[in-house]
């Protein structure tokens, strides 16, 4: 079924305006750092962080972090995601989680256009039928192809301490294709589950890009910045585009002040795609 966006964010350094402005502070005072920090005003932490983002002294923005926990997200996104290096991530594995039933993400442009919609759900509906197929016969292959797989399975029945004799009687009583799993789950539970491991590693093959996943994030402010710059622009692709807007309201509810340097580079300075601009900049931020 289709997927919906949701973006928390579900951890940030303490106090983050203070953090940047006591360490761009440090690097011009001859004062210690406690004295630095006590000296703090809100209004001299606003005027000093806008000044440390308006001239780009980066470092000291590497102080604060922000952690999203990201659901409804396609691995296409992902995948453009994680190419974005100075952050920490984490995602669901789909050699270890099984796919009873995925969820999907849909582009709007196929949306729009109700032919193209139905073949898509068509589509993610075949790739769950055959992922479902391809785990099923797979865990008959490893009991049944003893030429192949036969050391496989003597080791998972060392492992999960199970007779060879018995579980020999066992297979002979339950060759039929259709009824196997089942039998072998209420039987041998931890051997069925050491062997759909196996499977589901090689059956998620076959899933497309479209395929849901979550994620959780982590980046500094430096990054965050580098990454809303060409994500938040419009020449994004439409489901990373609207990601990184909501991250962007979701530093807004705990730092205003910090989110007003986040965006596309267009809203900061001049645009820096050149020819591939779009020619639609968004509105100036103000400092």
């Not at 994680?82 to 993400?105: G, M, N, P």
């Not at 992922?131 to 009991?143: A, N, R, S, T």
């Not at 491991?197 to 076959?206: C, G």
Request: hydrophobic fraction near 30%; aromatic fraction near 8%.
């Amino acid at each position: 079924m289709e997927t919906t966006l949701k973006v928390k964010l579900i951890s940030h350094t303490l106090n983050p305006e203070l953090v940047i402005a006591t360490a761009g502070k440090l690097c011009y005072s001859p004062s210690n750092i406690d004295d630095l920090m006590e000296k703090q005003t809100d209004e001299s932490i606003e005027r000093f962080v806008n000044m440390i983002t308006s001239i780009g002294h980066g470092s000291v923005l590497e102080h604060t972090s922000f952690t999203f926990g990201i659901e409804g997200v396609s691995r296409s996104l992902t995948h453009q995601l994680v190419r974005h290096r100075i952050a920490s991530y984490s995602q669901q594995s789909q050699r270890y989680v099984k796919e009873t039933q995925f969820e999907y993400v849909m582009p709007q442009d196929i949306k729009n256009n109700p032919i193209l919609e139905q073949s898509y759900k068509k589509h993610m509906e075949d790739s769950q039928r055959l992922y479902d197929e391809i785990v099923d016969k797979l865990m008959y292959d490893y009991v049944y192809n003893e030429k192949e797989y036969g050391k496989l399975v003597d080791i998972q029945l060392k492992k999960c301490k199970i007779d060879k004799e018995e579980f020999e009687v066992w297979k002979k009583e339950n060759k039929s294709c259709d009824t196997f799993v089942e039998s072998l789950r209420s039987t041998y539970k931890r051997l069925c589950s050491a062997l759909e491991k196996k499977a589901i590693e090689n059956a998620r093959y076959i899933f497309p890009n479209a395929c849901e996943t979550k994620i959780i994030c982590t980046m500094n402010l430096r990054s965050l910045i580098n990454f809303c710059h060409h994500r938040c622009c419009r020449r994004a692709q439409e489901e990373i585009n609207k990601l990184a807007w909501t991250m962007v309201e979701e530093i807004e509810k705990v730092s205003p002040l910090l989110a007003k340097s986040l965006g596309a580079s267009c809203q900061f300075g001049p645009c820096p795609e050149g020819d591939m601009c779009c020619m639609m900049p968004y509105e100036k931020k103000n400092k």
